[in-house]
């Protein structure tokens, strides 16, 4: 089996290839930018980091748009932090749109509601590791719920259907962290750098058969 990591320019991939490397033994892993790769391959992570329209705009100009919306709708795909973000219709970083593929917007922290339960002031970027309350789904198996994960971001989904919410974890506000629909999860923190339950998270993934 190949797992495809789409590369479209944005980000370090390293770390997320290596962790699917360790938790899926004797399977191909491929960090790629070729749409006949992605479009070849039985699972698919599409995970980045930084701008909302940097990343939409790497994403039009390497071909990959139709390839990653194949993939969202016919095989085990798991977006990963800007990965998650670009799945949804618009973002208010750039004004810009994303990929559709869940109803819903992507909106900045706000600032006057960024403080915690003691009225400290919370940094933006959001920044380190949180919990996450967990909705029901196969690849939270063998995870405690309210588990840490690490987080790294500015703004967080507003998803237009709540049963597509997953996981939610409080910063300031309670946000949503992670969504799942038929054969797509996708989350906003990085399971590549959260330690044994992201391990487990990537885990539950390889092996999932939605």
Not at 125 to 134: A, I, S, T, Y
Not at 149 to 164: E, I, K, L, R, T
Not at 190 to 205: I, T, V
Request: with cysteine.
């Amino acid at each position: 089996m190949t797992i495809a990591v789409v590369d479209y320019g944005m980000g370090n991939l390293r770390s997320v290839s290596q962790a699917l490397e360790h938790v899926a033994v004797g399977q191909k892993v491929v960090v790629t930018a070729d749409p006949a790769v992605v479009a070849a391959a039985e699972r698919v992570v599409f995970p980045g980091q930084g701008a909302m329209p940097d990343c939409m705009r790497e994403v039009d100009a390497r071909g990959l748009r139709s390839a990653v919306l194949a993939a969202a709708k016919e095989k085990p795909f798991l977006g990963i932090c800007i990965g998650l973000q670009m799945l949804f219709e618009h973002s208010d970083e750039g004004d810009v749109a994303g990929l559709g593929v869940f109803a819903g917007d992507v909106r900045r922290f706000p600032n006057e509601k960024m403080v915690d339960r003691s009225g400290q002031r919370l940094k933006v970027p959001h920044m380190g590791w949180n919990q996450v309350q967990q909705s029901p789904h196969a690849l939270w198996a063998g995870i405690g719920d309210c588990a840490r994960f690490y987080f790294v971001h500015s703004y967080c989904v507003q998803p237009g259907d709540p049963a597509a919410v997953t996981g939610t974890t409080e910063y300031g506000i309670p946000f949503t962290c992670a969504v799942g629909r038929d054969n797509i999860f996708a989350v906003q923190f990085h399971p590549e750098k959260s330690a044994q339950d992201g391990l487990r998270l990537l885990k539950n993934f390889v092996e999932w058969h939605p």
